[in-house]
């Protein structure tokens, strides 16, 4: 069976009214998630500047990640970041010079050192983490309860059927 956005064809060439109706609601959620992606995108974008002017949103999610879990190797949040260390690496290159972070000596390696952040970071990364929570409870109050139980649901559905496969 091959599907595309507009229809499922089974074997034998022919088109259900189920799937063809299956395929229109993927399609809504596929258009959703389009607007909801490029408005968080945004939402980055204004986050990081809001911590700092030169600060870029990939350098924002790297040093929101740092406040978040606390200081880190490089090669760890890589992994965590599902980056390459280089990329690690030059945006703590950036963070550093920003004065968003430094740069600590493992006391087991010494050839070694984690990124932790700032107090000046932690603390704009938390206004941001604070702010952006509250747009959220802002947006979601008026709904019912039924509904954002609903919501947070599926989407913990999505996230644990959704593979990068």
């Known amino acids: 069976m091959t599907t595309s956005a507009t229809m ?20 809504e959620v596929e258009d959703q998630f389009s607007v909801l992606f490029n408005r968080v995108r945004i939402l980055m974008r204004d986050r990081a500047t809001g911590v700092h002017p030169e600060l870029q949103p990939v350098g924002f999610k790297m040093l929101n990640a740092i406040v978040r879990f606390g200081p880190a190797h490089a090669g760890a949040l890589a992994d965590a970041l599902s980056t390459d260390k280089s990329v690690i690496s030059r945006q703590a ?35 941001q983490r604070l702010s952006d929570q509250a747009l ?16 947070a649901a599926l989407l913990g559905r999505l996230n644990s059927a959704f593979t990068l496969a």
């Open 8 to 27: 499922t064809v089974g074997v034998a060439g022919t088109t259900t009214p189920a799937s063809a109706v299956a395929d229109h609601a993927i399609a």
């Open 93 to 127: 290159a950036i963070l550093e010079s920003l004065g968003l972070i430094e740069r600590q000596t493992d006391p087991s390696d010494r050839r070694a050192s984690f990124l932790r952040a700032t107090p000046a970071a932690m603390e704009k990364i938390t206004e």
């Open 136 to 151: 959220l409870y802002r947006n979601l109050r008026d709904w019912e309860p039924g509904d954002v139980e609903r919501l």
